[in-house]
């Protein structure tokens, strides 16, 4: 099968990936024996699948730091303490100091972290409520997914 160069650049992208047949693959590889410019651009279009997959890879790794469920959960959390904020807001405080379990020094540095982070997202803008109290709620709330803070 004889190839001029501009099929052969056509075919690079699928050589590198491996996805040609062989027979095709052959007449790509003896192309480039024979053509010093084929070559130098295999090589360029290696060096750029490079990084591209250096790319994906660090892609992915950024999802995997990613904690969107942790935020949405927190979102989602800030959302219910503002609607029913009016309603307990004559009998929570009472309340709340007697059955408040304790939280470790841990929990509530996790609860200062997410304050911060919600304050980035201006989360709390509209809320009443002062950081102090939200950070008490925070840790009640970070307690309840890592299990009992005692
Ligand atoms: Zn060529």
């Known amino acids: 099968m004889a190839m001029n160069c501009a099929t052969v650049k056509e075919w690079i992208p699928l050589y590198i990936d491996g996805l040609l047949s062989p027979e095709v693959e052959q007449s790509v590889r003896l192309h480039m024996m024979t053509c010093p410019d084929c070559a130098h651009w295999l090589d360029e279009a290696r060096e750029m699948a490079e990084i591209w997959s250096e790319m994906d890879r660090d892609r992915s ?8 469920d942790l935020t949405a959960g927190v979102m989602a959390y800030i959302g219910k303490l503002e609607n029913g904020r009016r309603e307990r807001a004559a009998t929570v405080t009472m309340a709340r100091r007697r059955t408040m379990p304790r939280t470790s020094w841990v929990h509530y540095g996790v609860a200062a972290c997410l304050t911060v982070i919600l304050v980035q997202f201006g989360v709390f803008e509209n809320l009443a409520y002062g950081i ?3 950070n ?5 709330t970070v307690s309840a997914w890592f299990g009992p803070g005692r």
């Open 61 to 68: 790794l950024q999802n995997d730091i990613d904690v969107p």
């Open 132 to 134: 102090t109290e939200i």
């Open 136 to 140: 008490g709620h925070m840790s009640n």
